[in-house]
């Protein structure tokens, strides 16, 4: 139990479909929490991937690729104290989901679904994925944590969820691609969430282009 967290976020730029380049940065990035003595390292929304891998989803040995590159993320943390909350794709019976896996010393111990995927603009997330249940919160190091995937939080429901459940700190990875004028819309957003559920939240989006293939 610690009623303190050392939080580290990796505000970094994966490449789609760059599964060894992303999970180098991966690594560099748990490397350096580590060194700061991190309790939670978070990455942003489908890190390994990158955001969005579109079709390449449909392809069965990319989405094996990247479910091994998450493993082997995970085998990494073997021994360490930094707890590392990793977005990636995920399967669970056949079923392929947008997911965050939280990890402590090479074992995931809890795994949570994007609730609300996007299907507007240059979102199409409901072709590849099936939505997760309205989520529940984490214990990491003795505080309750809720983790909303990026849409999630345009939806007040998930996050009012999370808190009346016990949520004492919301953790949000995103992978919103870059568009002009949008950054104050993302503010209010979650200054309007922070006002409504009582919890402070921290927000973590990607940087770089959206289409900047690594393939």
Not at 48 to 73: H, M, S, W
Not at 149 to 160: Q, R
């Amino acid at each position: 139990m610690t009623n303190r967290l050392r939080i580290a976020l990796a505000q970094l730029n994966p490449k789609v479909g760059a599964l060894a380049d992303n999970l180098a940065l991966a690594k560099s990035a748990l490397n350096n929490a580590v060194a700061a003595r991190a309790d939670v390292l978070m990455l942003s929304e489908l890190f390994l991937t990158g955001y969005f891998p579109d079709d390449l989803l449909f392809k069965p040995q990319f989405v094996a690729d990247a479910i091994a590159a998450a493993r082997e993320l995970v085998a990494a943390t073997k021994g360490l104290q930094t707890t590392l909350i990793l977005p990636t794709v995920w399967l669970e019976q056949e079923v392929l989901y947008n997911a965050v896996l939280v990890v402590e010393d090479s074992e995931i111990i809890a795994t949570r679904y994007k609730r609300e995927l996007p299907h507007t603009d240059v979102f199409y997330e409901r072709r590849y994925f099936t939505p997760g249940p309205l989520p529940e919160p984490v214990s990491i190091k003795g505080i309750s944590i809720g983790i909303p995937i990026c849409e999630d939080i345009w939806h007040p429901w998930v996050s009012a969820q999370l808190v009346r459940l016990g949520a004492e700190i919301l953790l949000c990875p995103n992978g919103s691609p870059y568009w002009t004028n949008k950054q104050h819309i993302r503010k209010e957003l979650v200054r309007a969430r922070v006002a409504e559920d009582g919890v402070p939240m921290l927000y973590l989006n990607q940087v770089g282009g959206q289409d900047e293939p690594g393939l």
